[in-house]
């Protein structure tokens, strides 16, 4: 802080900015998200304002429900088995040391935002939440823009070509929706 304007310094203006740019700025961790829609999910079944799931067979929710689980489990443990062989951080609070492109993440940019959504799916379907399924939707529209977007952003000022490069490749939620 300059004393005599009362406005921060140069330096501490650069220092701001350079730890803007060592880590991304997003909105909240993606399980804050995924587990903060069920939570709500939970709170909004409370007023009994929606109900499907008992149209379907107990045995059906429980197998999809598992399922979804599985599903969004291997995700997040494949990715995390990707960030520990290249030694970088998987916490968005640290700064990223490589672009992990191998394993998982050369089908998808994004595998561990797809399995925790996925995940808590399947635990809304297994808790017969169907509040909670609803709250997903808002929750990956967070997700995808309050993380996704943000760490792409960030991951662009820090690589530079290269994930621009790798954006190219591979595409962000494991599908493309446009023909090459």
């Given at each position: ?37 069920l939570a709500f999910g939970l709170g909004f079944d409370a007023l009994h304002a929606v109900a499907m799931f008992k149209f ?125």
């Amino acid at each position: 802080m300059d004393t005599s304007t009362g406005l921060p310094s140069a330096a501490a203006t650069d220092q701001s900015q350079r730890a803007r740019d060592e880590i991304p700025s997003i909105v909240a961790t993606g399980p804050w998200i995924a587990f903060a829609a069920l939570a709500f999910g939970l709170g909004f079944d409370a007023l009994h304002a929606v109900a499907m799931f008992k149209f379907v067979a107990p045995w059906i929710c429980n197998v999809a429900g598992l399922l979804l689980i599985a599903v969004g489990g291997w995700h997040i443990g494949c990715a995390a088995v990707v960030f520990n062989r290249t030694a970088t951080p998987s916490e968005p609070w640290r700064p990223a040391r490589v672009i992990a492109a191998q394993g998982i993440y050369a089908r998808t940019r994004n595998p561990v935002c797809q399995g925790l959504l996925i995940l808590v799916l399947g635990i809304a379907i297994l808790l017969r939440s169907e509040g909670s399924m609803l709250m997903l939707m808002p929750a990956a529209m967070v997700m995808h823009y309050g993380v996704v977007l943000r760490e792409e952003s960030y991951l662009q000022r820090r690589f530079g070509e290269t994930y621009r490069q790798y954006m190219a490749a591979v595409p962000r939620y494991g599908w493309r929706l446009k023909p090459r």
